[in-house]
Structure formats: C-alpha cells, structure tokens
C-alpha cells in the first residue's frame, strides 16, 4: 500500500497497472507502475486543488488530461523562433541533409549469428580475398565463386545505396568509409562483406524553409518534455509519498 498525502493507492490498483509497464523484471514493472501511479495522484491532487474537473479513479491512461490541464494553467512554455531554429539549423547540417549515394560492389561470405566456427573461418577467408584483391584480383571473379549473395550473378554490383537500404550494421560502416576497396571486411547479420565503393555522392544539405517547421516541433516538444519533467519533480519533491522512495528510481524525473 502507498500514501500519497491523503490519497490511498492499494496493492490491488497497483497490481493492476503492472500489466501496462513491460520490464526486464516483475520488481522493475511493479516499480515503473507505482512512479506512475504516484504521479497520476499528484496531477490529480494539484489539478483538484485548482479547481480544474478530476476524475477519482487510478488510471494512467487519464493522466495526459490533467497534464495538459495543468499545463495550460500553470506551466506557460514558450517555443522556438526563427532565430532559435536557424541556430539548431546551423549547428546540425548533417540532420538535414539528403542521404549520400554510394556505387558499392561486395563479397558475401556467409555465416549464421550463431555459428562461431563458421563466423572465424568467414573472416579468415574475408582477409585472404581481401590481400587478393589488393594485389589485382578481379572482384567479380570472386564474387561469381564465393559469394552468397544473389549479386554475383552481376559482378558483385548492389548499384547505388542510400540510407536504409540496408542492414545498420552494414550501412554504418559504408557510410563513414570513403572509395576504394576497404581494408577490412565488415561483419553483419549475414556474416563477412568484402566491400568497394566505387563512387561516393555527397548529400545535399535541405534549404531552412524545407525543414523549419520540423526544427521548430522538435525544439518545442523538447522544452516541453524538460519542463513537465521538472514540474512534476517539484510535486514529488513537495509531496509526503509513504510505501515507496523515489530516491531509489532510475527515473529521469529523480537525476
């Protein structure tokens, strides 16, 4: 059982809100009920003592009605202006820029996930076809004999690749890398990928008007989340909670 100030919250309410907070663990889902529980309370005390229409059962789901209540009467947010997203603008070209284009070729070698022999003797062979290549080997004559992939029938060519073509494991490693054939295979899902970059085409960075709006959404929604996170602190923090500590939370709301 908990108290909130005056407020009861039982074991039984309790229990029925775990099933609305998936975890690792039944004491971790049971934790992130009772925070939630808890602060549905406080917005519900606060909104009552405003004179702001509450409803008197525990329900998390209600709990955005009295935010936004709340919000709207004690919580004056401001937003972004022009000159607030012209600054993040600047300082974050590569957020708004289109997707490079990459001309790649590749070997694969395939090995399961969970095949640690096949994994090492991929990454053995990785490294030999690599030294052969290195000193002239044709990479599609490679590809037609040792690769998994269907690409072999076409030398090896993927064509051109933009971001989200591909696997993330794969595309972080292509993207950041410049033309040429790379030194080293990189490892996927799939197993080892012996890579060249034919051509790079940069991307192109977006105009400010194309992305303004977008800017500015996202520099309100963070002020926002930042101030009901410290508003809500606040009623914690000038709260007598009995039967649970937030000390003990790894909440965002506690650091």
Same mark, same amino acid.
Do not use: W
């Given at each position: 059982?908990?108290?909130?100030?005056?407020?009861?919250?039982?074991?039984?309410?309790?229990?029925?809100?775990?099933? =609305?907070?998936?975890?690792?663990?039944?004491? #971790?889902?049971?934790?992130?009920? #009772?925070?939630?529980?808890?602060?549905?309370?406080?917005?519900?005390?606060? #909104?009552?003592?405003?004179?702001?229409?509450?409803?008197?059962?525990?329900?998390?789901?209600?709990?955005?009605?009295?935010?936004?209540?709340?919000?709207?009467?004690?919580?004056?947010?401001?937003?972004?202006?022009?000159?607030?997203?012209?600054? =993040?603008?600047?300082?974050?070209?590569?957020?708004?820029?289109?997707?490079?284009?990459?001309?790649?070729?590749?070997?694969?070698?395939?090995?399961?996930?969970?095949?640690?022999?096949?994994?090492?003797?991929?990454?053995?062979?990785?490294?030999?076809?690599?030294?052969?290549?290195?000193?002239?080997?044709?990479?599609?004559?490679?590809?037609?004999?040792?690769? #998994?992939?269907?690409?072999?029938?076409?030398?090896?060519?993927?064509?051109?690749?933009?971001?989200?073509?591909?696997?993330?494991?794969?595309?972080?490693?292509?993207?950041?890398?410049?033309?040429?054939?790379?030194?080293?295979?990189?490892?996927?899902? =799939?197993?080892?990928?012996?890579?060249?970059?034919?051509?790079?085409?940069?991307?192109?960075?977006?105009?400010?008007?194309?992305?303004?709006?977008?800017?500015?959404?996202?520099?309100?929604?963070?002020?926002?989340?930042?101030?009901?996170?410290?508003?809500?602190?606040?009623?914690?923090?000038?709260?007598?909670?009995?039967?649970?500590?937030?000390?003990?939370?790894?909440?965002?709301?506690?650091?």
């Amino acid at each position: 059982m908990i108290q909130v100030n005056n407020a009861t919250i039982s074991e039984s309410a309790l229990m029925a809100e775990v099933q =609305y907070h998936p975890a690792d663990s039944k004491r #971790a889902a049971t934790l992130k009920a #009772a925070e939630s529980l808890i602060i549905g309370e406080l917005l519900r005390q606060r #909104a009552k003592a405003l004179g702001l229409t509450v409803k008197s059962e525990l329900n998390s789901a209600s709990d955005d009605d009295f935010l936004d209540a709340l919000i709207s009467q004690e919580l004056p947010i401001p937003t972004a202006g022009d000159e607030e997203c012209q600054q =993040y603008y600047k300082l974050n070209p590569h957020r708004f820029a289109s997707s490079p284009l990459l001309e790649v070729s590749h070997i694969l070698l395939a090995a399961a996930p969970e095949d640690d022999k096949a994994r090492v003797e991929a990454k053995i062979l990785s490294e030999q076809l690599i030294s052969q290549l290195q000193q002239g080997e044709s990479l599609a004559t490679l590809a037609k004999h040792y690769s #998994a992939c269907p690409s072999k029938e076409t030398g090896g060519s993927l064509g051109q690749i933009s971001r989200g073509q591909t696997v993330p494991e794969f595309e972080r490693q292509i993207f950041s890398a410049e033309p040429g054939l790379l030194p080293q295979g990189i490892e996927s899902r =799939y197993g080892f990928h012996i890579v060249f970059i034919a051509r790079k085409v940069p991307g192109k960075l977006l105009p400010f008007s194309a992305v303004q709006q977008k800017i500015a959404e996202y520099l309100n929604e963070k002020v926002r989340r930042k101030a009901v996170a410290q508003y809500i602190h606040t009623l914690i923090v000038n709260a007598e909670i009995d039967g649970y500590d937030f000390k003990l939370s790894d909440s965002p709301l506690m650091q």
